[in-house]
């Protein structure tokens, strides 16, 4: 790693306030510019709140920060992710290689790498490095329509199940032993802690109002957590957002995905938004049938690309 008076350039020993900063007015630039953030929730979670000795890597061209990248803590395979973004005028200057080939080199076991949206010549650029693509993550888009749009009223829930909202300071820990369970097949989703959960709630966006929980005698059984979106993040107008959608794969109720679908849907609809987004993995094939049948179609694709690590 070296470092000059412009800001750390490798692995950022040094990550001081100010250098997170300008990392988050980049994200917010390149995200105008492409229409689609560079770094996804946790990756901007992880650069707010995160040590500032945790790896970041930069690169400056005269003073200004025209690349940045997040490498996610190794897990148990000593595998990492990461996210990078370059600055759109200052592309095709081997500035993303040289963060991804630095990040290699700090890694040991799989390096993945994430391509958010589908934007042109991010295929080639994956080659050129000898990425090669392992996982799709569909970004789908509902257009409500103001009104006009497709019909929204739930279902009666079934017997012996209410559906209402969360309660903060009472249903984190359900709440995280549901998820846990609904997403067991999930690292990212199914992993989350407390903090995860803490931060979220921290977050300018958060409304208990929005987020839906099935219960039933046994407990929670399912939920519904919606998101809206700021002007300028996904369109024109707020967005509002399937951001996650699951239920007890012991519950045994089947149809109770489309019922909390609903219910949120009929929530956004209700709060004047005319656009709802979601991301679903693409090979998660129940799940893309439900929104399809909602009225949801693609609208992007995120990447994932991988290949080893040289650390030795």
């Not at 005028?89 to 790498?113: P, Q």
């Not at 656009?275 to 990447?303: E, H, M, Q």
């Amino acid at each position: 790693m070296t470092e000059t008076n412009e800001g750390p350039q490798g692995t950022a020993a040094r990550f001081t306030q100010a250098h997170r900063a300008e990392a988050l007015a980049l994200v917010r630039a390149v995200t105008e510019s492409d229409g689609v953030s560079p770094i996804s929730e946790s990756g901007r979670l992880a650069l707010l709140h995160d040590g500032l000795d945790e790896p970041h890597f930069t690169r400056y061209e005269g003073g200004k920060l025209v690349g940045y990248l997040y490498l996610a803590p190794p897990d148990a395979d000593q595998s990492r992710t990461a996210e990078l973004c370059v600055a759109p005028d200052s592309r095709r200057h081997g500035i993303g290689r040289s963060l991804i080939e630095a990040t290699l080199a700090e890694t040991t076991g799989m390096l993945h790498v994430w391509a958010h949206g589908s934007l042109p010549g991010t295929e080639q650029f994956a080659a050129r490095l000898g990425l090669t693509a392992v996982r799709e993550l569909r970004l789908m888009e509902l257009k409500l329509g103001g009104g006009s749009g497709p019909d929204l009223t739930p279902p009666q829930p079934p017997e012996g199940v209410k559906v209402d909202t969360f309660r903060p300071g009472e249903d984190e820990d359900a709440w995280l032993a549901l998820n846990a369970r609904a997403f067991a097949h999930h690292p990212e989703q199914g992993s989350w802690t407390r903090n995860d959960l803490a931060e979220r709630e921290a977050e300018p966006w958060f409304d208990p109002a929005g987020f839906f929980l099935a219960r039933s005698a046994e407990g929670l059984i399912g939920f519904h957590w919606t998101k809206v979106h700021p002007a300028g993040t996904y369109g024109a107008g707020r967005v509002g957002e399937i951001y996650v959608l699951g239920v007890d794969p012991q519950s045994g109720r089947r149809g109770l995905g489309r019922l909390l679908a609903l219910v949120g849907l009929q929530h956004l609809a209700q709060s004047g938004l005319e656009n709802v987004i979601l991301y679903v993995d693409g090979d998660n094939t129940p799940a893309v049938r439900l929104y399809l049948s909602l009225g949801f179609g693609n609208r992007a694709v995120d990447t994932m690309y991988e290949r080893r690590g040289s650390a030795a």
